[in-house]
Structure formats: C-alpha cells, structure tokens
C-alpha cells in the first residue's frame, strides 16, 4: 500500500505538490493523472525518496521507502525508459541490481523472458528503441517481485501489441495483489487499464475514486439520433425543450441531443411518423470529465486568449 499524507515540495516560490493526501490500495490498478506541469513525476519521486519533500510524509507498506534495506524487494519502479547506461548489455544492467538487492541472479533471465527480450539480452541497450527500452524498465521493475509497482508513462514509444501487453500485465500484477501505480496521459489506457483514479492539478488533489464515477462527474449528458428526417426531428425536439447540434458532415442525419432523454425522442419521433436509424445514449467519457475537470489546472492552456 502506498500512502501520501499531506506531501508538499515547494521550489523557491513555485508549489509543485500542496499538501496532497491519498492511499493507493493492493489488489487494483490506480491511474494517476493531471495536465502537465500538475505534479506527478515530482510526487512519484517523493514516495520513492529521489525528493525530499518539504512537508508531509509518504509511506509505502507503512514505512518511508528509504527505510526498506533492499528496495527492489518492496517497490519496482519506472520512471524514465531513457535513463539507462546505453553501454551495458539489457542483462547487464539488471544483473547489476539484483546483486546489489541480493536478488537471485536467475531472476534476471526470468524477467527479460517475461517482457519479451529473452532473445536480445546480450545486446547494448544504447541500439534499442523506446519501446525496448520500457519494456527492460518493466522487467528492472519485476525484478525483486515487489508488492509495489509504479510506472511512469510505461506505454510510450510501444507499439499497438506492446500497448496491449502491458495492459495484461498491469491487470495480472493488480490480480495477484500487489499495489499498481500507473501514471499516463493516454486517457484510453486509463479507460482499459485502471480501476480507480487520483487526479491532481497544480499540485492538488482533484478526485480519488473510481474510473466509472470519475467519468461520471463530467456534466455532459446527450443522445446521438440518427433519422433521414433530422431537419423535421430538429424542430420537433426544440419545441419540446432539447437542444439539437448535428454531428458530423452536413446531410448525414445524425444529431446530438441535449435537455431530452432517449425514451423521449423515441416517443416525440413515433408521435411525429419520423424513422430513427439510430438512437444511443451518450455519457461522459474519461477525457471529457477530464478536460472538464482539470481545465482550471492546465499550467499553459493552448488557444486562450492573453
């Protein structure tokens, strides 16, 4: 279990992290998210002591993390593919920190076979590309077989089948009990990937809770219509309350309602004679409740006029 308990950095007069509080559990994967600049990275390195906070605390199984005598045997962490020795061989790097964690030495093949770089473990990592270069991050992070993982940004620079893989992964890790800390941008990993969130922006806790009712806090509400009558549809819903913008290209019948529920519009379009092709209830998904969310957070918004 992670736990951040009122953890603060501040640089000279910039706050990056204000007294930010919550628990990651076992058992699940926690998603952490927040616009850029939002504090993230900053928080991951506090629990994993590369910072030093200036307040609060963080604790992982109950103790700082600089208080476990072998690291690798209570966290395994990514936090940046690059930041590796381009020199060294994929097995010569993890063989070096398994004897400094008094790992078993066979665990080594163990985990480059798990990420899927078995056969190129004699290779300079210095000639991998990123997604090679995650992928020996995850099997770095494997290597103590920690109750606690965290990633940063773990898929980019993978391809669609690498993208898949470490989705598997995360899901099986957070299936056998261990604690998964997943930090991305990519909103449909989040979607695929996690079940429960914590969202943070300009270094402050936005919302701890479930993927589905974080989703569900964004206020938009449609029905997509689809109707070769969406001009005659159009004025029958305005009439009846609903606010109607098409979707798509013009001429291809499709609307978005608002202010009406389906059931409704089915109803007024029986009522009225008018065929419906289409007619699906539409939520909020995770990037808008997001965007919406989060826009009072966005360190340097693109667009806004100055």
């Given at each position: 279990m992670i736990e951040v308990d009122e953890l603060t950095k501040r640089y000279g007069g910039t706050m990056a992290v204000d007294h930010l509080s919550f628990t990651v559990r076992p058992g699940q994967v926690t998603g952490f998210l927040g616009p850029n600049g939002a504090g993230k990275t900053t928080t991951l390195r506090m629990i994993l002591g590369l910072e030093a906070p200036t307040g609060g605390a963080a604790t992982v199984g109950g103790v700082p993390f600089r208080d476990h005598l072998r690291g690798l045997r209570h966290v395994g962490a990514l936090l940046d593919a690059n930041q590796v020795h381009g020199g060294r061989?994929?097995?010569?790097?993890?063989?070096?920190?398994?004897?400094?964690?008094?790992?078993?030495?066979?665990?080594?093949?163990?985990?480059?076979?798990?990420?899927?770089?078995?056969?190129?473990?004699?290779?300079?990592?210095?000639?991998?590309?990123?997604?090679?270069?995650?992928?020996?991050?995850?099997?770095?992070?494997?290597?103590?077989?920690?109750?606690?993982?965290?990633?940063?940004?773990?898929?980019?620079?993978?391809?669609?089948?690498g993208v898949l893989w470490v989705r598997r992964l995360f899901r099986r890790l957070a299936a056998e009990g261990r604690t998964v800390f997943l930090s991305s941008h990519l909103m449909s990993e989040m979607e695929n990937t996690a079940d429960q969130l914590v969202v943070i922006g300009r270094g402050r806790l936005v919302a701890a809770e479930s993927v589905r009712d974080f989703a569900a806090r964004g206020t938009f509400l449609g029905v997509v219509v689809g109707t070769p009558r969406a001009t005659e549809l159009t004025a029958v819903l305005v009439a009846a309350g609903a606010s109607v913008e098409p979707q798509g290209p013009s001429g291809t019948g499709r609307l978005v309602v608002t202010g009406l529920p389906a059931d409704r519009i089915g109803a007024l379009a029986l009522d009225h004679r008018i065929v419906l092709h289409e007619l699906t209830t539409r939520t909020a998904s995770l990037e808008e409740a997001f965007m919406e969310l989060t826009a009072d957070s966005v360190e340097y918004p693109a667009g806004r006029p100055r």
């Open positions: 061989s994929a097995a010569a790097h993890p063989s070096a920190l398994a004897r400094s964690n008094r790992i078993p030495s066979r665990r080594v093949d163990e985990v480059l076979g798990e990420v899927g770089l078995a056969d190129v473990a004699r290779r300079r990592i210095g000639g991998f590309s990123l997604g090679m270069k995650q992928r020996l991050g995850i099997a770095t992070a494997l290597l103590g077989d920690p109750p606690v993982l965290m990633f940063d940004e773990p898929v980019n620079g993978m391809d669609p089948e």
